[in-house]
């Protein structure tokens, strides 16, 4: 008889973590990608979202070099720079280069993303000088 008693309480405590576990850590709206998501509509304007959305990228002004702006991708990719093309030619900006920085530990898109555009709106020159640049040549 107790042993019966044992037994149905280890069934019944294992059916509860599990329920447990379905309804609270298995939801999809707990996942690290949903709260990433979550975080970046959070972090930036309509427009910016809007943009992101329909082209897959945002454009950042610099605040330290007139006439350049940061070109950040939603997906995994560099970051790239274009600056103001000198009067006569004919597209009003040309690619500059590219610049290469990576997170050490697997984290969603959506993170990257912010952390990039954190780091630049935040501290340029931090960011550049913890950048690889690659220049438009090498990356065409």
């Known amino acids: 008889m107790l042993l019966a008693y044992l037994l149905m309480s280890g069934v019944l405590l294992l059916l509860i973590v599990w329920i447990l576990f379905y309804w609270g850590a298995a939801r999809p709206e707990r996942t690290a990608e949903h709260c990433a998501e979550q975080l970046l509509q959070q ?9 992101l959305q329909e082209q897959g990228y945002i454009e950042l002004s610099s605040r330290l070099h007139p006439g350049r702006f ?5 997906r995994r990719q560099r970051v790239q720079i274009y600056t103001l093309n000198e009067a006569g030619s004919s597209e009003p900006y040309q690619k500059h280069s590219e610049l290469c920085v990576v997170a050490c530990d697997p984290v969603p898109d959506a993170d990257l993303f912010l952390a990039h555009k954190w780091m630049i ?3 340029e020159t931090s960011y550049l000088a913890l950048a690889n640049h690659l220049p438009y040549w090498a990356v065409r």
């Open 121 to 123: 709106e935040s501290d």
């Open 43 to 51: 972090h930036m304007t309509p427009q910016q979202y809007r943009q």
């Open 70 to 74: 940061y070109r950040i991708f939603r």
